[in-house]
């Protein structure tokens, strides 16, 4: 299949469908999905990432380390209040 014409059926320009083709991360999922469905291949989708051991840690890598919880010394653990109802006839 063509550029022009997979581009037509996706509905999107020639130079598009080159960028996601050449991995330009401004085209959106939206038109990798669209690509996909016309390929058949649109079920495939979870499997885009799912063995992507360098992303995962690319990812993980930019996360910020956990923060240690602290406990205020002196703070009460809880707080009650209790409530008089009164019945006014």
């Known amino acids: 299949m063509t550029q022009a014409i997979m581009a037509e059926r996706v509905g999107v320009s020639v130079p598009t469908l080159s960028k996601l083709e050449e991995g330009d991360p ?3 999922l939206a038109t990798m999905i669209r ?3 016309v390929l ?4 495939d989708i979870d499997k885009i990432g799912a063995e992507d051991k ?3 840690e690319l990812q ?3 996360l910020a380390p956990p923060r240690p919880s ?3 010394a002196g703070a009460p653990a809880t707080r009650s209040s209790t409530t008089k109802e009164t019945n006014t006839p």
């Open 26 to 28: 401004s085209t959106s």
């Open 40 to 43: 058949g291949l649109v079920g």
């Open 35 to 37: 690509v996909l469905t």
């Open 70 to 72: 602290r406990q205020r």
């Open 60 to 62: 993980d890598s930019e």
């Open 54 to 56: 360098l992303g995962r």
